[in-house]
């Protein structure tokens, strides 16, 4: 059974950092990890993705502040996350895509609460 874990959310003053984790279980190769967040009243939207074999792809509103980076021996997605601001409050959410057989399986977690101070 394939699952994912976020923790690392919380309160932050803006201009301040948070570091978000993703354990994955009962996984052991994943084709693309990323990082969704979403707003109070907002659609869904993509933060950062990392796939095998390619470079990080970032939204445009979080490009110079927030990496993305995992560790395959600890099968851990993280988003470290720098110079928050207050627009960066949302829920955000670890996603992990991987083949099977010829159907492409598409996990979420269950959501890690950012809330960022004025």
């Known amino acids: 059974q394939v699952q994912l874990v976020e923790s690392g959310g919380g309160l932050v003053q803006a201009g301040g950092s948070l570091r978000l984790s993703c354990a994955a279980s009962?996984?052991?190769?994943?084709?693309?990890m990323g990082w969704y967040r979403q707003a109070p009243g907002k659609e869904r939207e993509l933060v950062a993705d990392i796939s095998t074999g390619r470079s990080a792809v970032y939204a445009d509103s979080v490009k110079g502040r927030f990496t993305i980076s995992r560790d395959n021996a600890k099968n851990t997605l993280y988003l470290q996350m720098n110079s928050l601001k207050p627009e960066d409050a949302a829920v955000y959410y670890c996603n992990v895509k991987y083949l099977s057989d010829t159907r492409i399986i598409n996990i979420w977690g269950q959501g890690t609460q950012v809330t960022v101070s004025s």
């Open positions: 009962g996984i052991t190769f994943m084709n693309s």
